[in-house]
Nanobody, 127 residues
Framework: QVQLVESGGGLVPAGGSLELSCVAS????????IGWFRQAHEKEREFVAAVGTTPWNSDRTYYGNSVKGRFTVARDNAKNTVSLLMHFLKPEDTALYYCAAKSGRVLDSRAGSYEFWGQGTQVTVSA
């Protein structure tokens, strides 16, 4: 059974850091593009970051404009895990964060391209 489980969310003051993890089971996550998305209350789901597959483009990353330079996405293939390290957090980063997986090599920012989704982990940044 394909499953993605996010963890690491919590409450953090503005300017702080947080690291989210996405653990995959039932499939080899390095064979899939893994994306991170977020959805704030009463807002549309927003692309955050994506990382490429092994061996084609595992060193490739792609970030949404609002997080570029502050967030870093990385794989740990030995643990079948993808992390999202977030620095200089802002109150507007508050959202439910999801990881998702898609086949193919394209690092896509469109949520509809992703086939598998986790349940999300809440990140709250206080002012």
């Amino acid at each position: 059974q394909v499953q993605l489980v996010e963890s690491g969310g919590g409450l953090v003051p503005a300017g702080g850091s947080l690291e989210l993890s996405c653990v995959a089971s039932g499939f080899t996550s390095s064979d899939y593009v893994i994306g991170w998305f977020r959805q704030a209350h009463e807002k549309e789901r927003e692309f955050v970051a994506a990382v490429g597959t092994t061996p084609w483009n595992s060193d490739r990353t792609y970030y949404g404009n609002s997080v570029k330079g502050r967030f870093t996405v990385a794989r740990d293939n030995a643990k079948n895990t993808v992390s999202l390290l977030m620095h200089f957090l802002k109150p507007e980063d508050t959202a439910l964060y999801y990881c998702a997986a898609k086949s193919g090599r394209v690092l896509d920012s469109r949520a509809g391209s992703y086939e598998f989704w986790g349940q999300g982990t809440q990140v709250t940044v206080s002012a």
